[in-house]
């Protein structure tokens, strides 16, 4: 077990929130495709998986789905405070809803056919753990240790099964 001054429940939400925030992911299907850099969409309190991501039916990952398929997402929060690693399953989501609701100018950039373009593709997944790593380097846990508060070794790693 890993002391840390977050509780687990902190943890999480700190991920959540970085995650919404930030959406840049590397993810990919261990033994079938490397890990890519993707946008993270989150729908609904946004305190919660899954996740989705946009492709193309023609990539590595895109193709690499044929049901539910393992997958692991690493995440890195842009100041670099936060660090996750998330296994979990994804597969090609289906409901057209989930697509209306996710769906933003941004992907739409990237498929010609917009919406119903034949080669897109949503994937869902479903994180079932992870690690999450504050980093002691942070701005906060520099001040701290100028100041002589806290343990950098306690702020620095704790982890977090989803």
């Known amino acids: 077990m890993i002391t ?3 509780s687990p429940a902190e943890l999480e939400q700190k991920f959540w929130t ?6 840049i992911v590397m993810i990919g299907l261990p033994g079938k495709a490397a ?3 993707m946008t993270a969409q989150l729908r609904g309190d946004r305190n919660s998986g899954p996740i989705w991501f946009f492709t193309a039916k023609d990539t590595d990952l895109g193709d690499g789905i044929t049901s539910s398929t393992k997958a692991e997402m690493v995440f ?3 100041g670099f405070d936060l ?3 998330v296994h ?3 597969e090609v989501e289906t409901d057209r809803a989930v697509l209306d609701d996710l769906w933003n100018g941004s992907v739409a950039a990237w498929f010609e056919g917009g919406k119903d373009d034949p080669k897109l593709q949503l994937l869902r997944l479903d994180p079932s753990e992870a690690e999450i790593w504050l980093n002691a380097s942070s701005v906060i846990a520099g001040t701290k240790m100028m100041l002589g508060i806290g343990d950098r070794k306690e702020d620095y790693k704790a982890t977090r099964r989803l």
């Open 35 to 37: 890990g890519r850099p």
């Open 4 to 6: 840390t001054n977050h």
């Open 88 to 90: 979990g399953t994804i």
């Open 76 to 78: 890195v929060s842009k």
């Open 18 to 23: 970085h995650l919404a925030r930030d959406m």
């Open 83 to 85: 660090f996750a690693t």
